[in-house]
């Protein structure tokens, strides 16, 4: 299991441990000071004597390469904001399926449903429902009523209809 924190700092931990074995600690003592286990202590000296400070240096966890590039996720994040009524679905709800059909149609990269909420937070969304609007609703008529129609219906306080 990888430890906790960011490489620096597990470079930061093993270079402390080799200055608390000059000092003449012993790697039990130094174990639970730096919240590790004695071997650890022994395995990062052995290093240390091997290849000196470039023992210790810290070496990222690459993991595995993501499928779609940055572009290719910065193009996703537009699509999406555009609907998914611009994509050919009947409903403006995006699902996991939804982007994913969408990702393996354009790119021809799979992912599994369960993944896509994760790539979608990692492009800075979230996930929502949209709005719920009539379709026989017309903005423009909404706004012709709200300026003419709706003064003159509007009630009034009492304060205000006296002057």
Not at 30 to 41: E, H, K, M, T, Y
Not at 70 to 92: C, D, M
Not at 97 to 106: C, H, M, S, V, Y
Request: glycine share 6%; charged share 30%; proline share 7%.
């Amino acid at each position: 299991m990888r430890p906790k924190g960011s490489p620096a700092e597990l470079e930061r931990r093993r270079v402390r441990a080799m200055q608390l074995l000059r000092e003449g600690h012993q790697p039990h003592e130094i174990a639970p000071i730096l919240g590790v286990d004695r071997r650890s202590i022994r395995r990062w000296k052995f290093a240390y004597r091997q290849s000196g400070r470039r023992g210790l240096k810290a070496i990222p966890a690459t993991g595995r390469p993501p499928f779609l590039e940055v572009e290719q996720r910065r193009k996703l994040v537009r699509w999406i904001l555009q609907g998914p009524e611009a994509f050919g679905f009947e409903t403006s709800l995006w699902t996991c399926k939804r982007i994913g059909a969408l990702i393996r149609k354009q790119f021809g990269v799979s992912y599994h449903p369960r993944y896509i909420s994760k790539l979608l937070r990692r492009s800075g969304l979230s996930p929502q429902r949209p709005q719920k609007v009539a379709k026989e609703r017309s903005d423009q008529r909404v706004r012709i009523w709200l300026a003419k129609t709706w003064p003159a219906v509007k009630k009034t306080s009492d304060a205000s209809a006296r002057t």
